[in-house]
């Protein structure tokens, strides 16, 4: 019997020190779900005179008793720990003001976000410690839950663990009867984070191996041991695996089924039926599930197949309440969705060791030059073990799987997607209109720690015709950042 199911049989669970197991091996059994989730406050500000929506968002170190009584360093947006949610509507103009109080340089990209790369909060968006960045774009894209994470190059991984993350929730005028869409009520967003807690409670931040750290600990919406009062007879969930390297293949302890109804870039076209959904790094699914009055369920993390998607793990508590105010019934269609449209063009991705194409990131060197508008396929070609795929500004289809057609649920909108070893992926890629030469977007491993070691690489966006006297090296001297 492994050590922690002896602790929960012995009563001795609570008891069990966080943080020392070897990390993804789960950790079923030991938690006692005595902390309300925390729901990250809406920031969803009036639009100014001008009609432009203001965020105000502030990078900063803080304190937070992730474990009870054991107060632990964390960053926070705006607060000690994680960030709030944003949330805005297609057609807003939105203005950020990103003002950094830390003690080194960051970013905050858009994860998601579909607008022009030098408001995109990649590497060459630094904002050095005391300056603000004040990026502003159009919302012009399907309402979907996307998130907003650090990107400094070689650092992104330290950055998000130390809980520099939030939702970015876009809603548009499509007919969403059906769906619960009350924030905190019956649409939960869910963070999902893996993490491993020294004795003193304190994040403990090594890194080493293949994929960096896989924690035991988990965090949903930076609260441990959680459970969620339910008090509507159907909930929604948006679920970000905001974890570093862990991928969770969730469901619920009774196996019962649930609906799928968005990915990444937004909603599916029909409520899809499962019990599990794997999730890795980066990916957002929503799924809606039913309760029953006066019933307890457990979210659960199932053990997969390989080294990045660990053992079992508890996740969530849910309560529900003894009397749930009825749902509506779910909608039996969601986004009409066009069939993918494969561009002539495909390029190819070989993702091995911690490189793409045999190419370690340079920041000065651009990658691939793509005619704005286009439409192209973009093939992944993992030699070896798990990564997964996200390009920037895009949104994608997945066409195929080692030649096969996915599961119903991987066929909607993404930009990120899991690519298990010696697999190939193809993804039908729909590119964006906002040119700039000298700007790139990245692609890259959303595992964090390969895409710190250079599992990275830079497109831009060009006006047609002009792909071919695009300079394929950037001129770095005046890459200071904004002070
Ligand atoms: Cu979630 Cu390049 O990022
Ligand atoms: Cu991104
Ligand atoms: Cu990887």
Redesign the pocket.
């Known amino acids: 019997m492994r050590r922690r199911s002896f602790l929960a049989l012995t009563g001795l669970a609570g008891l069990a020190p966080a943080g020392c197991s070897a990390g993804a091996e789960g950790n079923e059994g030991i938690l006692s779900f005595r902390n309300p989730l925390r729901i990250p406050p809406v920031l969803d500000p009036e639009p100014g005179p001008d009609g432009v929506k203001r965020f105000a968002l502030r990078l900063r170190e803080g304190r937070t008793e992730l474990l009870p009584g054991k107060p632990a360093r964390t960053w926070g947006i705006n607060g000690d720990h994680l960030g709030p949610t944003l949330r805005a509507r297609r057609g807003d103009r939105v203005a950020m003001t990103v003002t950094n109080a830390l003690g080194e340089a960051s970013t905050l ?1 858009w ?1 998601g976000m579909r607008l022009p790369a030098a408001m995109d909060g ?1 590497p060459h968006q630094m904002v050095e410690p005391g300056a603000t960045w004040s990026p502003e774009w159009t919302v012009d894209q399907p309402a979907a839950t996307t ?1 907003f ?1 650090p ?1 400094p190059h070689g650092r992104t991984a330290v950055h998000v663990y130390r809980g520099l993350a939030g939702m970015f929730l876009l809603d548009d005028d499509s007919d969403t009867t059906g769906l619960p869409g009350a924030y905190g009520k019956d649409d939960i967003p869910l963070i999902i984070q893996d993490r491993k807690f020294t004795e003193a409670g304190e994040l403990d931040e090594d890194f080493g191996g293949t994929f960096g750290l896989l924690g035991d600990d988990i965090l949903i919406n930076g609260t441990y041991d959680p459970y969620f009062r339910v008090t509507t007879g159907r909930v929604r969930f948006g679920i970000l695996n905001g974890s570093n390297a862990h991928v969770f293949t969730v469901g619920f302890a009774d196996d019962r089924e649930f609906h799928i109804v968005a990915s990444d870039a937004g909603l599916l076209s029909r409520p899809v039926a499962a019990r599990r959904i794997r999730i890795s790094p ?1 990916e957002r699914f929503e799924i809606v599930a039913s309760f029953e009055p006066g019933e307890h369920v457990l979210l659960k993390g199932f053990p997969g197949g390989n080294e990045i998607e660990g053992g079992a793990y508890d996740l969530l508590k849910l309560t529900a309440a003894p009397r749930l105010a009825p749902s509506p019934a779910l909608p039996a269609r969601l986004a009409a969705l066009a069939p993918p449209v494969e561009g002539e063009r495909t390029r190819t991705f070989k993702l091995y060791g911690s490189h793409i194409n045999g190419k370690p990131m340079d920041l000065a060197r651009i990658d691939e030059v793509v005619p704005a508008g286009a439409r192209e396929v973009w093939e992944l070609d993992n030699i070896t073990f798990s990564h997964n795929f ?1 390009i ?1 500004e895009v949104v994608f289809r997945i066409l195929d799987i080692d030649g096969d057609q996915p599961p119903e649920h991987l066929r909607g909108p993404k930009d ?1 997607v899991y690519v298990p070893g010696k697999t190939k992926v193809r993804v039908a890629v729909e590119f964006g209109r906002h040119t700039d030469p000298k700007t790139p977007y ?1 692609y ?1 491993c ?1 595992i964090l720690k390969h ?1 710190d070691k250079g599992m990275m690489g830079q497109f831009v966006l060009v006006p047609p015709g002009t792909e071919n006297t695009t300079p394929r090296r950037l001129d770095l001297s005046h890459h200071a950042g904004h002070h």
Request: charged share 5%; no cysteine.
């Open positions: 990209h994860h990649g998130w994470h990107h980066g996200h920037h990120t990245m890259h959303h895409e």
